[in-house]
């Protein structure tokens, strides 16, 4: 198996960037991960995660869409890389937020921030939580340009956290 997972990065590696995000791969992407990460193949788990973040620079907005989407869903379905999954993606996906102009691209982002509010909250991460909140999400929601649907979506997604979330001080305060 480990073989097939091995070609299997590899193809992924050096793959065209609409296979590389393509909904197969989008569906795909986590269980090569994790077998990668406990196997002797770490540094190849992590160059599918660099290869990742790296189209959330991508100048077409359909491809950051899609790179938000299996970044989205590898954060939610990671098991055992979770936190190798967090710490790669966290600081690209934050940049992503700070400066993405694009209605659908802001859409899926809106999920990012629940996602990585509810990763931050079930950790001992509040801290990290408090300056994602007033670093990248709070300047976001108080600029002027960006569209009402991505303010009332992360607002709405940052409430869920609420109801969902442990019951903590800064969990608290998002009601």
Do not use: Y
């Not at 989407?69 to 600081?91: C, H, M, P, Q, W």
């Amino acid at each position: 198996m480990m073989v097939r997972i091995d070609l299997r990065a590899r193809t992924l590696l050096v793959s065209p960037l609409d296979h590389f995000l393509s909904e197969k791969t989008e569906k795909e992407f986590t269980p090569p991960i994790e077998v990668l990460h406990f196997g002797r193949l770490n540094s190849q788990a992590e160059e599918l995660l660099d290869r990742l973040v790296g189209c959330l620079a991508e100048s077409k907005p359909e491809w950051r869409r899609q790179a938000v989407n299996v970044i989205n869903r590898a954060l939610l379905e990671s098991n055992d890389t979770k936190d190798l999954v967090f710490e790669k993606v966290r600081g690209p996906l934050a940049g992503c937020i700070r400066m993405e102009k694009d209605p659908t691209v802001l859409k899926s982002l809106a999920e990012s921030i629940r996602i990585l509010g509810m990763l931050m909250l079930t950790r001992p991460r509040i801290p990290m939580f408090a300056d994602f909140l007033a670093l990248t999400v709070k300047p976001k929601l108080d600029d002027p340009n960006v569209p009402r649907d991505f303010k009332t979506a992360a607002v709405a997604k940052l409430h869920t956290l609420a109801t969902h979330g442990p019951a903590n001080p800064a969990v608290e305060a998002l009601k």
